[in-house]
């Protein structure tokens, strides 16, 4: 089992940068696969990111690709969302999710924080 807690939110001007951190406990942090999801008022959640294990292999959701950058620090137990380019549009409460298995991770992870506030104005 991992616990995962998220930090780095805040409010940033379009165009702005913001890096989210994403701190899990546990020794066995480095076997799991772990992402970045969203959720805006009045939407359904949504995933932004993924890295397996490794960090070999990552995801990028569309609306993000040229923006944001997924990384893991396997030694500090410690996943990274950095973000760039902001646009209002990206405003959400972003969550950190982890799970045993890459494919899953991307759909319905087992573990999940409790989320950051993320604001972009205009």
């Known amino acids: 089992q991992v616990q995962v807690v998220e930090s780095g939110g805040g409010l940033v001007q379009a165009g702005g940068s913001l890096r989210l951190s994403c701190a899990a406990s546990?020794?066995?942090?480095?076997?799991?696969?772990m992402g970045w999801f969203r959720q805006a008022p009045g939407k359904e959640r949504e995933l932004v990111a993924a890295?397996?294990?490794?960090?070999?292999?990552?995801y990028n959701a569309d609306s993000v690709k040229g923006r944001f950058t997924i990384s893991r620090d396997n030694a500090k137990n410690t996943m990274y969302l950095q973000m760039n380019s902001l646009k209002p549009e990206d405003t959400a409460v972003y969550y950190c999710?982890?799970?045993?298995?890459?494919?899953?991770?991307?759909?319905?992870?087992?573990?999940w924080g409790q989320g950051t506030q993320v604001t972009v104005s205009s």
């Open positions: 546990g020794r066995t942090f480095r076997y799991y696969a």
């Open positions: 999710a982890a799970d045993e298995q890459y494919d899953r991770v991307t759909i319905i992870p087992r573990y």
């Open positions: 890295i397996n294990w490794s960090g070999g292999s990552t």
